[in-house]
């Protein structure tokens, strides 16, 4: 079952605002990737984060692995329309034998113009 | 440009149908799933298959079966739709090498609608 707990489930901001957003799980992870979905298509990496403490930015996106390793952060600068969608952490889970990529349940993004 | 292709946008079937949705991914990727996406919900493995012929139950599996013959194709198939199985369905394919098994490339999705 779902094992990363996303907040905000939705956020409604205007245009030109900065954006957080946070993935946290009581398990530990090695690997923190964020996806954005798009309104009509399928999620796209944004950002992948590999060791903790690391910090990577992708343009007016910064992604943050936090210390502990449970938890994440992702922060959008000077917000625009075409941000609007659904944003996604995501992290592999070794479950069973094989390794899965768990989703959290996503962020709503709008933005006002 | 990497593509995976889902057959259909849109699909509407009645309960009982039997239902295939196809996937196609032209990246030769070993590894390929079906998510499925409800609002509020995320994402939700169905399938998962790391080979051809081969195929792993994911969190949601019931319900569900997928077929692996080819190693560009995945096919889900609903044996006897139901209408709590109306929801976007999500084709994903990566490559096997566990560095690069975080990255999946998704297809547009398939909305289903079970009448």
């Known amino acids: 079952g779902q094992q990363l707990n996303q907040s905000p489930q939705s956020m409604f901001i205007q245009e030109g605002e900065d954006v957080s957003m946070n993935c946290t799980s009581s398990?530990?992870?090695?690997?923190w990737l964020w996806y954005k979905q798009d309104p009509g298509e399928g999620p796209v990496l944004l950002i992948a984060?590999?060791?903790?403490?690391e910090l990577t930015s992708n343009g007016r996106l910064t992604a943050q692995f936090g210390i502990t390793r449970k938890d994440s952060f992702l922060n959008i600068s000077a917000s625009i329309p075409s941000d609007v969608g659904i944003y996604f952490c995501?992290?592999?889970?070794?479950?069973?034998?094989?390794?899965?990529?768990?989703f959290g349940k996503g962020t709503k993004l709008t933005v006002n113009p | 440009d990497v593509k995976v292709t889902q057959s259909s946008r849109y699909l509407v079937k009645r309960t009982g149908e039997k239902v295939f949705l196809e996937c196609v991914q032209d990246m030769d990727h070993e590894n390929m799933f079906w998510y499925r996406q409800d609002p509020g919900l995320g994402l939700r493995l169905i399938y998962f298959?790391?080979?051809?012929?081969?195929?792993e139950k994911g969190d949601i599996p019931e319900g569900y079966s997928v077929s692996r013959e080819k190693k560009e194709r995945f096919s889900l198939i609903l044996e006897s739709a139901s209408t709590n199985q109306t929801s976007m369905y999500l084709c994903?394919?990566?490559?096997?090498?566990?560095?690069?098994?975080?990255?999946?490339?998704f297809g547009s999705g398939t909305q289903l609608s079970v009448l």
């Open positions: 298959s790391y080979d051809v012929k081969m195929k």
């Open positions: 984060l590999y060791k903790a403490g």
């Open positions: 995501a992290g592999p889970l070794s479950q069973g034998g094989s390794e899965k990529l768990v």
């Open positions: 994903a394919s990566s490559f096997s090498d566990s560095y690069k098994n975080e990255k999946l490339f």
């Open positions: 398990s530990i992870f090695n690997t």
